[in-house]
């Protein structure tokens, strides 16, 4: 029974390159959550996805982010034009139902340059 | 605007001993609070979680205590073992809104056991 799978663990872009990040939620999971951590700071959290549905998008930046969650398939989080303050850890996180506690994955590293 | 705030950044403790972490927080509609641990490259591991019905929740080592009075929690760890070391993040939701599921964290704090 694996845990929440996020890739790329380590992901390189240059400014202006788009980046995708993955996350497959633990098997039976249907709720899944984005967070950031920038350096030296907590977690920020920045959407809910339940399957083909964002419920809540209110830590999501306006611009040049978004974030999927298809019937079939990882969740997507996907970053355009990126710049060098997008450089953070990406957590995913994923529930089996709506209130219960979240399990982590282990993060995919941003680094733009 | 920092919601939940950990002010110790570092802890450094005795191998055997007590550690004590604290977290304060501003938002009285926070009704559910949590404690993560987190290794270097690794996703935060919950530990231990507590409702604003109770004052107290033990499991095993790990006890958190709520004072909603003063909007402060605090977990304490006994004894001590150098397995320990990591940062430890608090969290908190409104979890009595509905539709409310986002954690809010604090900025961690790094606890690190000797020897």
């Known amino acids: 029974n694996a845990g929440v799978m996020q890739n790329p663990r380590h992901l390189v872009r240059r400014r202006g390159q788009e980046a995708r990040l993955r996350c497959s939620p633990m098997?039976?999971?249907?709720?899944v959550y984005w967070y950031r951590q920038l350096p030296e700071e907590g977690l920020k959290f920045m959407v809910y996805l339940q399957k083909e549905n964002i419920i809540d998008e209110s830590g999501m930046p306006k611009e040049r982010f978004s974030a999927e969650f298809p019937k079939e398939g990882p969740s997507i989080l996907r970053i355009q034009q990126v710049v060098r303050g997008d450089s953070a850890a990406y957590f995913c996180?994923?529930?089996?139902?709506?209130?219960?506690?979240?399990?982590f994955g282990s993060g995919t590293r941003l680094t733009v340059v | 605007d920092q919601q939940v705030k950990q002010n110790s950044p570092s802890l450094s403790v005795q191998e055997g001993r007590i550690s004590i972490l604290n977290c304060d927080y501003t938002?009285?509609?926070?009704?559910?609070f949590l404690w993560y641990k987190k290794y270097p490259a690794e996703g935060p591991t919950f530990l231990i979680s507590i409702s604003s019905i109770k004052d107290k929740n033990e499991d095993g080592r790990f006890t958190v205590f709520l004072n909603k009075s003063a909007k402060h929690l605090s977990l304490h760890i006994v004894p001590s073992q150098p397995g320990d070391s990591a940062v430890y993040f608090c969290a908190a939701s409104a979890r009595g809104i509905q539709g409310a599921q986002k954690l809010v964290f604090g900025q961690g704090t790094r606890l690190t056991i000797n020897p």
């Open positions: 938002n009285s509609m926070f009704d559910y």
């Open positions: 098997k039976g999971h249907s709720h």
């Open positions: 996180a994923s529930s089996p139902r709506r209130g219960d506690g979240y399990t």
